[in-house]
């Protein structure tokens, strides 16, 4: 059983940064796509980043330049580096996995992954 466990949110200034951990067990997969999405009150879900077993990574225009999505495939653990915190950023962050060789792996499509985490919440006060 895929099991993702969030860590890392919190509250920070405008322009501040944080940086999100999601620890992965229970698949032996070689192929996965993995990544993170966003669901603000009242808002739908929103993809922040994606990087697949290969490396190849994926992100929402409203994070490009700001967020950096990494992997230790040693640790089984996928981190997402955010910059320059804005308070558009706020919202729950959940890590979500999908796994084989046609995985979702775009910023766009981790959303509809079927594995995911019980979210951990960033909060960026106006």
């Known amino acids: 059983q895929v099991q993702l466990v969030e860590s890392g949110g919190g509250s920070v200034q405008s322009g501040g940064s944080l940086r999100l951990s999601c620890a992965a067990s229970g698949y032996t997969y070689s192929s996965y796509c993995m990544g993170w999405f966003r669901q603000a009150p009242g808002k739908e879900r929103e993809g922040v980043a994606a990087i697949d077993s290969d490396g190849s990574t994926s992100y929402a225009d409203s994070v490009k330049g700001r967020f950096t999505i990494s992997q230790d495939n040693a640790k089984n653990t996928v981190s997402l580096q955010m910059n320059n915190l804005k308070p558009e950023d706020t919202a729950m962050y959940y890590c979500?996995?999908?796994?084989?060789?046609?995985?979702?792996?775009?910023?766009?499509?981790?959303?509809?992954?079927?594995?995911w985490g019980q979210g951990t919440e960033v909060t960026v006060p106006s």
């Open positions: 979500a996995a999908d796994l084989g060789p046609n995985c979702l792996g775009s910023a766009s499509t981790i959303p509809l992954a079927p594995h």
